[in-house]
């Protein structure tokens, strides 16, 4: 890959006049061969560069959130976010079951059985609970792992069951 240091950072200064905003979709429409896209930031500058990205390939575009995104609370049309509020987790190494109770994250449940997990943020925004799963359907509910990782992976802290059973590679 090679690096081109007059086009690796860009500054826009709007001097506080909303008529002088950064026009991200603008600057963000037409991906070049090796480009990288790091960013982070408030919600409004997220979701704009989020949007303006979507046609980049995978693995082009890197973002962290400063924190948690609000996520609306799921309704009965949401198939994004349907499941029971209730479900169990198997650790895949020994068979036992674990509860995981409305209300409860799975790294809580599995701590109150003597299994820790590590954590930093939980809120779904690091990584360091990140679990290999290897059966049930997870309802990811975090900001940090792509589509290829979510095939295989979930976020112990923040992420719930769509089915009744999530199998752990634990």
Not at 15 to 41: F, K, V
Not at 54 to 63: D, I, L, T
Not at 109 to 126: F, R
Request: glycine share 10%; net charge negative.
């Amino acid at each position: 890959m090679q690096f081109s240091p007059r086009n690796a950072v860009r500054f826009h200064h709007d001097g506080g006049n909303p008529a002088n905003r950064l026009d991200i979709a603008a600057m963000l429409a037409s991906y070049e061969e090796g480009t990288q896209l790091y960013y982070c930031g408030p919600p409004g500058f997220m979701k704009a560069c989020a949007n303006a990205t979507r046609h980049w390939p995978k693995g082009s575009v890197h973002f962290e959130h400063f924190k948690a995104p609000v996520v609306l609370p799921a309704s009965d049309t949401d198939e994004g976010r349907s499941g029971p509020d209730e479900f169990d987790v198997e650790i895949g190494s020994t068979g036992q079951r674990i509860h995981v109770s409305a209300g409860q994250s799975i790294v809580e449940a599995l701590a109150d059985t003597g299994i820790e997990i590590e954590t930093s943020c939980l809120s779904g925004l690091c990584g360091a609970c990140k679990v290999r799963y290897l059966a049930g359907k997870p309802d990811h509910r975090d900001f940090i792992l792509n589509d290829d990782e979510k095939e295989s992976y979930l976020t112990t802290c923040v992420s719930r069951c769509r089915t009744g059973l999530l199998v752990l590679d634990l």
